[in-house]
């Protein structure tokens, strides 16, 4: 479908619903389309291609609310769907608080080229994706004779979307992704086969790093061989940056209009006030050119800002969308994250693990998790023993138990190693007297 | 289950009870001799035995050994409270098919949501190039294959309004409400799924499958001075309409009252290695990460698994048997055929103590020359199988409960979790421990919460010392994750005492 085809259907959609009951009308159409292969034992193991399109309909019946959403796009289905979808929705209870954002709100469309999307895409020879991954499973392919398996994958995609609301915002979206990925199994000692997956990824076809997957992901493997738990402790932790997003993401989830006013927040009222270490300043950006997170406007339509979320260890905003900022009284601000933005120490990660005198050094995370209106978490870790600054062992089948306030208010130093790969842009954080358990 | 032309034109739950359009078009005729039930299927896809064949010719048209069709129609409904009223609704249509083409162990795949025999084509072209030469297919006969019926339901999901199912999710909150004075908040919902499935592939094997399932939750919060605390009850089963009652209402009530309750008490233990009883149901986490996961055979069949070695030897003590089954009556992980259409069976992983078979789908049974384990699962027809547990236990063991506690001197008994993982080739699984208790001199003392605990796979199965005769089957709605997709599975447990893993906690 076209970008016209699409607004074309997505306001027949809207005005369908409207005509037949429905007094406010948000609709969403969207193409995805993508491709991928997977290598092993220089043998293509998987090869795969999609392409999918999807409409959502979020409907406002008589103070009542609904969202529905289908595959089968041809406009006999979606009348159907949607006059059924208006019918069901009237036996549901009133709830005043549902409503289309204010349109003043709304994104204009006078916003800059954020560089979420490779014109070229599609252009890419078919040989050539197969021949990248390949390539990556050759880098290291019989170099050592622990390897057990190798397997490589490119794969790539495009999404667009259009959206419409009946009160007055029209704006659509495209984006597109490039990726490889190498994962090695290698024998370790005993039965323990450790293995590791290295992966690139870019917005343009041109700037994906088309080297080196194999031979990282194979040190790391062998980096690992040999792991074992260690004696517990109270200890120093650093958290390396492309991990640390399993301990941050809770205090994000904390800051939700919804966790907020459903009492499932451990920061509920403390706006303004100090709730981390001053060395926390986090910005949420959504207008950095080529970030993986941004964009003008949010899922509701409503334009993106630039917003200080921490500063110096105070909460500054929460994330409030249109329904929970008319329950909670508070005005919207957008309710999901675009690009966040740590405010970084002059450490690297090497000056950070070179500042332990004895820790651990958290490179990978196994299962646990965190209770939201409490805290109080508990992670399985995988990483390294440092002692004197320098890493001594691996480690494994170990546990992180604590409080998330009480851990962000014990961040030792923000790293310097800021990954620009993600939406989150997270450094390496050494964090101060961490409970391990182990033996 | 048969199915009628009417059911597909029911495009969603949502729609008023008593509605009714007519089909827009006569059914189609069938040329070749077809039961009622598959030409059923055969309408509700608007495909003939002919273009079925036209497709599968396609697919194997570059050479490859084998080619599938996978036809899907799934209708999703939930419904949502929040702050006291069912005030949002959501539902979903997915449609389409997916086409897989094999050559050797090499897979080609790919789907169209449209059910036009040119797009099919075009996805079945797609699929074809994981082989590389050109070939003439001959079409094999029919073969008619009859699923089974694990899941017998009296009234279909599509067939109930909106209107009948708010009630049940009002009188839920309101009964947590009524259980204690503490309560602040409730979240409860309800969601159903319809999906029809039908499965042909190139060697003539035609099949389908009518899916129900249901899931029913509530979340309880509540406040006690500064601390507030939350816990959820949930159900999940291929059931119809008639398994909502008001019991149903009231276990799932006083279920999340209690588990809430039970946290303003609780504390952390000592963290470190210690003796870890299970109790009887959920506890079952631990044979689908410990065990299950590195018992899929794509991980052995590439040596990954750090069971890869293991087939036939003593991998646990003698009592122990642990089984991977799809043909639990209207459990959530059974399925009538899997997703490659083969039978569904009753499969022991470890047997007296021995492991006695991997879990297969089509490409591992082939390279292990054994009979496929009816494994082969998929999220959707946007997926290619791979394989997947459906519900994994273990049975009965020797011991009772009272001797499992009397055996530990200081340790933990868990009984209610969230959520766990597991890394295949290090063997390092963890589960998320919601409640439980520490165990001192055999007794249950200090209630504990939010703790993660860690081990290692096969030291684990070989540390179960001690297994009861309390199996219990767990219906909550767990849903299993790998490679990007999701299947239902449930698991189960008899009381067991591992004797020792690492368990989150305190070191004060």
Known sequence: MTKEEKYTLAKWAMNHALENGAQEVSVNISNNQSSSVEVREEKIDKLEQALQSNLSIRLFVDNKYSSHSTSRLNKEDLARFIEEAIEGTKYLSEDEFRTLPKPELYYKGDGPDLGSLDKNFGSVDPEEKIQVAFAAEKEILGSNERIISVSSSYYDGLNERVMVNSNGFEGDTANSYFGIYTNVSVKGDGDARPEFGWGETSIKYNELKKEGTGTTALKRALDKIGAKKIESGTMPMIVENRVVSRIFSPLMNALDGSAIQQKNSFLIDKLGEKVASEKLTLTDDPFIIGGRGSRLFDGEGIATKKRTVFEKGVLKRYYIDTYYGKKLEMEPNSGSTTNLVFETGDKDLDALIASVKRGIFVTGFNGGNSNGSTGDFSYGIEGFLVENGELVKPVTEMNITGNMKKLWANIGEIGNDVRDDSSWRTPSILFNDVDFSGL | ?508
Not at chain 2, 14 to 42: E, H, R, T
Not at chain 2, 97 to 120: H, P, W
Not at chain 2, 345 to 374: C, F, M, W
């Open chain 2, 1 to 508: 289950m048969k199915v009628d032309r009417r059911d597909f034109i029911k495009t969603s739950g949502m729609f008023a009870a008593g509605s009714m359009v007519l089909p827009p078009f006569v059914q189609s005729c069938q040329n070749v001799q077809i039961s009622a039930d598959v030409k059923s299927y055969l309408d509700h896809f608007e495909v003939t035995t002919e273009m079925l064949q036209k497709v599968i010719a396609t697919a194997m048209s570059k050479g490859g050994d084998y080619a599938d069709l996978f036809f899907e129609h799934k209708i999703s409904n939930s419904l949502a409270l929040e702050d006291g009223k069912v005030n949002r609704a959501y539902s979903n249509i997915d449609f389409g098919v997916g086409i897989r083409v094999l050559k050797g162990d090499q897979t080609g795949f790919a789907y169209s949501e449209n059910i036009a025999l040119d797009d099919m084509l075009n996805a079945a072209k797609m699929a074809a190039n994981i082989a590389n030469t050109s070939a003439s297919f001959n079409a094999a006969d029919y073969n008619e294959k009859l699923p089974a019926n694990f899941y017998k339901i009296s009234k279909k999901w599509e067939d109930v309004s909106v209107k009948d199912k708010v009630p049940f999710v009002q009188k839920v909150n309101d009964k947590i409400f009524d259980l204690d004075e503490k309560v602040i908040k409730v979240n409860a919902g309800m969601s159903d799924e319809s999906s029809y499935v039908m499965f042909y592939n190139s060697e003539g094997r035609l099949t389908y499958d009518y899916r129900p399932m249901v899931s029913f939750y509530a979340v309880c919060v509540m406040q006690e001075g500064e601390q507030i605390e939350n816990a959820y009850a949930a159900r999940s089963v291929r059931r119809g309409f008639e398994w909502l009652t008001e019991d149903l209402v009231d276990e799932l009530a006083n279920e999340a009252v209690e588990k809430t309750n039970l946290l303003f008490k609780a504390g952390k233990p000592k963290a470190g290695e210690m003796p870890v009883v299970l109790g009887a149901g959920g506890s079952g986490i631990l044979l689908h990460e410990a065990i299950g996961h590195t018992f899929e055979a794509d991980f052995n069949r590439k040596g990954t698994s750090i069971f890869s070695d293991k087939l036939n030897k003593k991998v646990a003590e003698s009592f122990i048997n642990i089984i991977d089954d799809g043909t639990l009556p209207n459990d959530r992980g059974a399925i009538n055929i899997d997703d490659e259409g083969n039978d569904v069976q009753k499969t022991y992983l470890v047997k007296d103590g021995i492991l006695n078979s991997y879990l297969h789908d089509r490409i591992s049974a082939k390279y292990y020359g054994v009979e496929p384990t009816g494994n082969g699962r998929r999220e959707s027809f946007r997926h290619m199988p791979i394989p997947r547990m459906r519900s994994t236990y273990m049975e009965n063991g020797p011991h009772t409960t009272e001797e499992i506690f009397a055996a530990v001197d200081y340790g933990v008994y868990v009984d209610n979790f969230s959520n766990g993982e597991v890394k295949i080739g290090a063997g390092d699984f963890t589960f998320f421990v919601k409640s439980g208790y520490i165990i001192e001199n055999g007794k249950l003392t200090t209630p504990i919460k939010d703790i993660n605990i860690v081990g290692n796979g096969p030291q684990a199965l070989a540390d179960i010392s001690m297994a009861a005769n309390d199996y219990k089957n767990d219906s909550g709605t767990w849903t299993c994750g790998k490679d990007g997709q999701s299947v239902p599975v449930t698991l189960g447990l008899p009381t067991v005492l591992v004797k020792k893993m690492t368990v989150g906690g305190t070191n004060a």
